[in-house]
């Protein structure tokens, strides 16, 4: 079977719908996991598989439980789904890992796989070994990997233990002396549907639903909050209804857009702010952890409480890996990726994150700009998108990056912007005098993903001039 080796990336497997990805690659797909699975946990018994809403979900969660059992691991089918809430279930049912199908923000012609082994998601080296078993010979023929009889698929309800977890966890704030929060939901019509509304209604918050009924097509817009003419809606009817927050989701919901009662938009690092202030008071010198693309005030708030905080590379897998080995108890990115393992398990999951940003809320009596209080207003850009070819972006970054790196070497300072430091983490993040810029290649789409901050506008327009200098030299300007 031919198979486009594109689709392996850094941290998932991913492709257009037809081309790339078809019921018989996700088929391969399961065999490939499973082997794999046992090389890495020999007595693995179970797995779950979740799907999001997209039309395509439905025949590639059939063809990996197909594969998956085939090598004679039960797989527990939990149907369409967060995918937090697969992650979820790889605790409540005390699984050995398991396979998220979603094309996550992606446009609905696209969807892939998100893996799971044990507990944590997989990524680089991980994703070539499944590879280069989907590419050889043994997983063509199930007979070949057959080590027992099929194993079952169990349809299994992962919704409501979810809930009722939730429910166990933060029904006090239910209560009537809490303020009754008014809440705008755009679930973007992604899986964010499913659950979210109904969680926030059952603790005390009057939800005004948006978008909210699953439909694959993305039929409202397209499910990535992160981009602004995606999040016009939600932020129209969060002034228009004076709500106290409005929350966005993307297509399979691990990922949060907020915004605030004026209409402003509250990014992924000011989240991390808010919940810092609340978790470093009760966890005095712990570790969190921002990507390359989070604001400096992130960083120095972190320092000004008494926590630890560590800059690392962007991608949910990553992340995860870092939180693990660095005992952190949050993390998160400038996109709405955030990781709470403050009495929680550590992964991204985008409804937690609003119930605990409602439990901020709730138990303060403040508003998302109060909670802000003190943090200096800065001159910044969201995240750019620059188009660049899948087989280019790599060689593209790399050779920006040694350009960057010259100029800073030349003149050590004394160069027209300023250059003080370079952090090349994750593709190449410039430190001016009044600002930082960043460049570094997206994982996850063709393209090249810009961010600038600056302390004014003048300054702003300088940085971002000089990366695009950049871009002009390799010719993606």
Not at 96 to 125: A, L
Not at 308 to 329: C, D, F, P
Request: hydrophobic fraction near 40%.
């Amino acid at each position: 079977m031919n198979i486009n080796e594109g689709i392996f990336r850094e941290y998932d497997i991913r492709g257009i719908v037809g081309i790339d990805l078809t019921r018989e690659i996700s088929v391969l797909l399961g065999r490939a996991f499973a082997i794999y699975l046992k090389e890495m946990i020999p007595l693995a018994k179970a797995v779950s598989v979740g799907r999001d809403v997209r039309v395509s979900s439905p025949m590639f969660a059939e063809g990996l439980a197909e594969g998956i059992s085939e090598a004679g691991i039960t797989v527990y089918n939990i149907g369409a789904c967060p995918t937090p809430h697969q992650y979820f279930s790889v605790y409540h049912l005390n699984l050995d890992g398991g396979i998220m199908v979603t094309g996550s923000h992606n446009p609905s012609q696209f969807n892939g796989f998100k893996i799971t082994v044990g507990k944590g998601t997989i990524h680089g080296t991980a994703i070539k070994r499944i590879k280069e078993i989907m590419l050889s010979s043994e997983t063509q023929n199930p007979k070949n990997i057959k080590n027992n009889e099929a194993s079952s698929v169990i349809d299994y309800d992962i919704l409501t233990p979810y809930k009722e977890y939730m429910m166990e966890r933060f029904s006090y704030l239910s209560n009537a002396k809490f303020p009754k929060l008014k809440i705008v939901i755009d679930a973007g019509n992604g899986v964010g549907g499913l659950a979210a509304p109904q969680i926030l209604q059952d603790l005390g918050c009057e939800v005004i639903p948006l978008y909210c009924e699953p439909d694959g097509r993305f039929p409202n817009h397209h499910p990535d909050p992160t981009v602004i003419e995606n999040i016009v809606d939600l932020i129209k009817i969060t002034k228009e209804t004076k709500a106290d927050i409005g929350i966005g989701y993307d297509g399979d919901a691990d990922r949060i857009g907020v915004i605030n009662t004026d209409g402003t938009i509250v990014w992924g690092d000011q989240l991390m702010i808010i919940l810092c202030r609340s978790i470093l008071a009760k966890r005095p010198g712990a570790v969190v952890i921002g990507d390359v693309k989070c604001s400096q005030l992130l960083f120095d708030e972190i320092k000004t409480l008494g926590g630890n905080g560590i800059m690392w590379k962007t991608g949910h897998s990553l992340i995860k890996a870092k939180m693990k080995s660095e005992n952190a108890v949050l993390a998160g990115e400038f996109s709405g990726h955030i990781f709470i393992a403050d009495d929680y398990f550590g992964y991204d999951d985008a409804i937690y994150t609003t119930i605990r940003i409602i439990e901020i809320m709730k138990t303060t009596g403040l508003s998302i700009t109060e909670l802000l209080s003190g943090i200096p207003s800065l001159f910044y850009t969201p995240e750019i998108r620059i188009d660049c070819p899948d087989a280019l972006k790599t060689s593209v970054m790399g050779n920006i990056a040694a350009g960057i790196k010259e100029i800073y070497e030349r003149a050590k300072g004394n160069n027209a912007a300023g250059i003080k430091e370079i952090y090349d983490i994750d593709g190449v993040r410039v430190v001016f005098d009044r600002g930082w810029g960043l460049l570094r290649a997206s994982n996850t789409q063709p393209a090249l993903i810009m961010r600038v901050e600056a302390i004014d506008q003048e300054s702003l327009d300088l940085y971002k001039g000089f990366l695009n200098e950049q871009l002009i030299r390799c010719g993606l300007v």
